[in-house]
């Protein structure tokens, strides 16, 4: 449409264009004001608000740009990519077709209806609209991608990275389909191969997407061959190549400056659903020490995929606010508005995160805990939360850039299901042999773990091996870690690998197959070792030099079992040896320690509570403090 205010419309498409987004944006409002009806300012104002993370707000534009010109392409594509990043797959496959009118063969509105349908689990329509992207343009890398991402929600991660190399033999720089290539070598236990992919984007990229680079801190974690010193200097390189170049200051902040008032604490995280991370959130927030506090969780998971875990989480919080699909400045100011004086991250460098916003400062004071097994790397987040064991003084301060603060005992609380309390475990122990096993994350099982763990085996003739994890539902992931214990002389009968099982109870139940869990390094188990101790399985572990290597310390310490801690390989072998061969003293441990587990420092919620929330005070009245000096 004409507008007499063509020359005030050019300006805010000017500063739109050249990255100013809130002038764009106050310009269009004006307009609209006097020109409700001109959809090319509504346009613009749909796409200031996804620049500026208001997802909602866009779509509220691009719906009355399309009711004032219904054939406005830019508006229909707009919104139909605002439905797929807010998940609302049904809708945004609809406003695809609608592009794809007639005998239009839009290749980017087909991609579109792909990844929609994907979405929408409709698999098989997808891959066929996939089939016919790639017979009009197989250059297209992306309909591999789609392909890869079907294979991989049937948990076939072989399949997946098949199609990942299909995408790359035709566009050798996607970062897409390198970083996921990443993400399925990680999950099928090859983290070394998993730190290439991801460096293949980084050297590409000097200023490579944030998320790539923290998938590759996150497989360093894994690689035995890296000292700590090595993958501190990593992360540190993080905030060097994509921390916020102006950060708010920490004391520009109106936050009340009173030391024993209401203090208001956020956790962002987008794994409050049954995630790990749940046992021991429960933990804290079941505690009854929490007077003068409050707990408001900003959820950054889509609100489909919340579960009963979730409920029991949100019930326990003072708030839930759901910040999914919402960019970094928009969440930071709902934080803000929300008066949150104490910021937690519950991420790190996993999936999902929102380090960018911790590093551009959100809340007066900024930890990081539970997440992630060590540093953030960044400066902008004060505290991290640990305890003695896990980060021992002085070394441990060396190797992190937050100040850490140490609880006492563990830095973790854990909190079975309450269906779990009673669950009946094995009273007796295999008869004729003993089964050792470990039910952690592929990656875990480093090449020096594995070489101890079949020495284990060559010590113990009658010994067997019992593992268990998602991929090794697929026969090439269990072949790729069979050839490890082949390497080593141990026969493949003495292994066995057991997949996914979906129920939580039976789950637990095959903890029952095993006598003594071997923990794996130098990245522990942490939930999948209290599982163990739970269900009466003692584990070994063997003293690291990290945060991620020292968890099953700090675990075992809690519980009362420091005989089951080995500080050298051979000791951790003599340890499995000495255990296997005395049955009647492992048979005792074993009936009692899901009784010791519940009266130790591991489950006392009150107590941890307790101290975790002195903690919190200590962290306000130093910046309150310190806030005092710089008036």
């Not at 739109?16 to 001109?38: F, H, M, R, T, W």
């Not at 400045?329 to 929300?338: P, T, Y």
């Not at 003293?543 to 290597?549: F, K, L, W, Y």
Request: with cysteine.
């Amino acid at each position: 449409m004409e507008s007499q205010y063509l020359d005030d419309i050019i300006s805010a498409m000017k500063s739109y264009q050249s990255g100013d987004v809130e002038e764009a944006a106050a310009l269009a409002k004006q307009i609209s004001l006097l020109e409700p009806e001109n959809d090319i300012v509504t346009l613009l104002l749909g796409n200031c608000a996804v620049v500026s993370g208001d997802f909602e707000t866009s779509i509220i534009h691009y719906r009355k740009t399309l009711e004032i010109n219904p054939h406005l392409r830019d508006a229909q594509l707009g919104l139909a990519r605002i439905y797929l990043k807010l998940n609302r797959a049904k809708e945004a496959f609809e406003c695809f077709q609608a592009l794809l009118i007639g005998d239009n063969m839009d290749v980017e509105c087909l991609l579109g209806s792909a990844e929609a349908l994907v979405g929408m689990g409709a698999e098989e329509e997808a891959k066929s609209t996939i089939n016919l992207i790639l017979k009009i343009d197989p250059s297209k890398s992306f309909a591999h991608l789609l392909l890869a991402r079907i294979a991989r929600g049937r948990a076939n991660v072989e399949q997946s990275i098949g199609h990942l190399l299909d995408a790359i033999a035709v566009d050798p720089h996607s970062i897409n389909a390198y970083n996921e290539m990443g993400i399925d070598l990680i999950r099928a236990g090859d983290p070394l191969a998993a730190c290439k992919a991801f460096q293949t984007i980084l050297d590409q990229e000097k200023r490579s997407s944030d998320y790539v680079f923290s998938n590759w801190l996150l497989a360093s974690q894994y690689l035995d061959e890296l000292s700590a010193k090595e993958i501190f200097a990593r992360h540190q390189h993080w905030e060097t190549v994509h921390g916020c170049e102006n950060p708010r200051d920490r004391f520009d902040f109106h936050n009340d400056v009173t030391t024993d008032r209401l203090l208001r604490v956020g956790f962002v995280s987008s794994d409050l659903y049954s995630h790990s991370i749940f046992f021991f959130l429960q933990g804290l927030l079941s505690g009854h020490e929490r007077s003068g506090f409050e707990f408001i969780f900003f959820s950054d998971l889509n609100e489909k995929a919340e579960d009963d875990r979730s409920a029991i989480l949100r019930a326990l919080s003072d708030d839930w606010i759901r910040i999914k699909r919402k960019g970094d400045k928009f969440v930071s100011q709902i934080i803000e508005d929300a008066r949150i004086d104490i910021l937690i991250d519950l991420a790190g460098h996993t999936g999902g995160n929102r380090l960018s916003m911790f590093s551009s400062r959100t809340a007066p004071v900024q930890a990081t805990w539970l997440g992630y097994a060590g540093t953030t790397g960044l400066t902008n987040i004060d505290y991290r939360i640990v305890d003695e064991v896990s980060d021992p003084t002085p070394d441990a301060d060396k190797l992190a850039t937050e100040t850490l603060i140490r609880l006492p005992g563990s830095f973790l609380c854990y909190q079975p299901l309450a269906d779990w309390l009673e669950l009946p475990f094995k009273q007796e122990l295999s008869p004729d042999k003993i089964v050792f096993g470990t039910f952690n994350e592929a990656p875990k099982f480093s090449p020096s773990a594995v070489r101890l763990w079949c020495e284990i085996l060559r010590r113990i003739p009658e010994a067997e091996l019992v593992f268990k994890c998602r991929p090794f539902g697929e026969d090439k992931t269990r072949e790729f870690m069979m050839d490890h214990f082949r390497e080593h002389g141990v026969d493949e009968s003495r292994v066995r690998m057991i997949g996914f099982i979906p129920s939580s109870s039976s789950h637990l139940g095959t903890y029952n197959e095993m006598d003594i869990a071997l923990d794996p390094f130098p990245y522990n188990g942490t939930t999948t070792s209290c599982e163990a101790l739970w269900m009466g399985v003692p584990f070994i572990t063997r003293e690291g030099d990290r945060h991620c290597a020292r968890v099953g310390m700090s675990l075992l310490k809690s519980v009362g079992l420091d005989e089951w801690i080995a500080k050298s390989d051979e000791e951790y072998v003599e340890k499995a040896v000495f255990f296997a061969q005395n049955r009647d003293r492992l048979l005792g441990i074993k009936l009692n320690l899901r009784q010791q587990m519940k009266d130790s420092a591991l489950c006392d919620s009150n107590a941890f509570s307790r101290h975790f929330c002195h903690a919190l005070r200590e962290m306000w009245v130093t910046w309150c403090r310190e806030k005092h000096q710089r008036v």
